[in-house]
């Protein structure tokens, strides 16, 4: 598993930069990266008990030294707050 943590918050950005960001959702508390949906799920699981957000994208992965073998692998992305759902 891997982690990164919120490099920036948007007070460390140019104000003209964030403007139009401000508004558009909850802030990114970390983002973690996992080979096994056991580990995703538990993070999944965390994230709803406290109520807070997050964002889940899948993508398969060539290792340079198989290239005929591929394996998923999870980008789990934490939010401060739920996510607002469009219509």
Known sequence: M???????????????????????????????YFTAAEELVEHIRAADVLN???????????????????QIEFEFTLLSELPVRGE
């Open 2 to 32: 891997t982690v990164d943590i919120a490099a920036e918050t948007p007070g460390d950005v140019e104000a003209e930069e964030t403007v139009g960001e401000l508004n558009d959702g909850p802030s990114v508390i970390y983002t973690a």
């Open 52 to 70: 807070l957000g997050f964002r889940v994208e899948s993508y398969l992965v060539t290792p340079d030294d198989a290239a005929d073998a591929s």
